[in-house]
């Protein structure tokens, strides 16, 4: 997963969007980043001008909640190969963070010509160090904490304890891909084991009897696909075999299911649909509704979310609706009046799928 900060780097992130990596905007600030705690294996920052010394390490702190025990932190930056006075002091500063945290610096080298290096450290395996520290600085976090709240949650200046025991979520690192995209994660509570398996065989059934062969979608064209309301990230396993990457939405009014979708070698995010999504204009191929604007319309107006819709699709991309069937009559007459092409519509028993395409159709009068 990329992501830039809203500044002078934003453009990159459409560089990567187009180039076919999944890509956001975000900036590192004084609130989490929309993902779990414990989920990435590296973490990698390049030419980076993060202050992540500042303020008691909060932001590198926030790192050290999203990497799994044993993963590691990449660095590349002035601080680690020039030798300036301020580079030499974020440097030292730098050491005297990391090694309060404890994180082991792996490795410290210099390309003499591209006049560039790169730093590389590991986060622990253990709570060991964290205990035989001789100053509790950064303190602990407090154990009743949600470390995977990350929706409008302040960042805190306290370390994650390491996650130990059979039973906890980060433990163990997952399976090799791609065994781990079917695997039932350790951690799950054995009640939401059928769920997992029932939830990934329906999503094979739909995606192979239906979306490759059913809706008009030329598959080939596609690149980037959004599943708007992930669960365990099924539809996204589904499509594994194709050359597409699937952003798994989680909604923040939903169950907790994104760290599910991490553990499977997948990728997704925290979103609120009834606000704008962190991404350029016109950069997915595809969007997947299932069941979500039928939810949505209880707390928020859908007319602002189709608008939404519309700025993030391509010209010539498609978007399928599984919804009631007033839902999608609603969604359907919102359609028509942005001259999309419906491909497929289908109900039964008060249930129905609704499949569009965007046109290159724009408004002549302005609002």
């Not at 926030?62 to 301020?86: D, H, I, M």
């Not at 309060?100 to 160090?129: F, H, M, R």
């Not at 519509?345 to 724009?362: D, F, H, N, P, V």
């Amino acid at each position: 997963m990329s992501l830039a900060p809203k500044d002078e780097h934003e453009a990159q992130v459409q560089f990567a969007l187009e180039r076919g990596i999944p890509a956001i905007s975000a900036v590192m600030g004084t609130q989490r980043l929309p993902f779990p705690s414990t989920v990435f294996d590296v973490v990698h920052c390049a030419r980076c001008r993060v202050p992540w010394h500042a303020e008691g390490g909060k932001l590198l702190l926030e790192l050290n909640r999203l990497l799994r025990p044993g993963g590691y932190f990449v660095w590349s930056a002035t601080p680690v190969y020039q030798n300036k006075e301020e580079d030499v002091q974020i440097w030292k500063e730098m050491s005297s963070l990391t090694a309060s945290i404890c994180w082991n610096l792996l490795s410290k080298k210099s390309d003499e010509v591209n006049e560039v290096g790169v730093a590389i450290y590991q986060k622990p395996t253990s709570n060991n160090c964290y205990e035989s520290r001789r100053k509790n600085e950064p303190p602990l976090c407090e154990e009743e904490g949600d470390l995977n709240a990350a929706w409008y949650v302040p960042m805190e200046s306290c370390l994650q304890r390491v996650p130990h025991g059979d039973e906890q979520r980060g433990s163990e690192w997952p399976e090799e891909w791609p065994s781990r995209l079917e695997k039932v994660p350790y951690w799950l509570k054995k009640e939401v084991h059928d769920h997992f398996i029932s939830d990934t065989e329906h999503w094979k059934r739909i995606v192979s009897k239906s979306y490759l062969v059913g809706m008009g979608i030329d598959w080939s064209a596609v690149r980037n696909v959004m599943d708007m309301k992930a669960v365990y990230g099924g539809f996204a396993a589904a499509l594994a075999s194709k050359a597409v990457w699937v952003m798994n939405v989680v909604p923040i009014d939903a169950p907790n299911t994104l760290p599910v979708i991490y553990e499977r070698g997948l990728f997704g995010i925290y979103h609120d649909w009834c606000e704008s999504f962190s991404t350029y204009p016109r950069t997915y191929d595809l969007l997947h509704a299932d069941h979500l604007f039928s939810k949505l319309k209880k707390r928020c107006t859908l007319v602002p979310v189709m608008a939404e819709v519309d700025r993030i699709l391509r010209p010539g991309g498609s978007i399928i609706f599984r919804d009631n069937v007033e839902t999608l009559n609603e969604l359907e007459n919102m359609i028509k009046s942005l001259q999309w092409q419906i491909r497929m519509t289908y109900s039964q028993e008060k249930e129905g799928i609704l499949c569009a395409q965007k046109t290159m159709w724009r408004p002549q009068q302005v609002a």
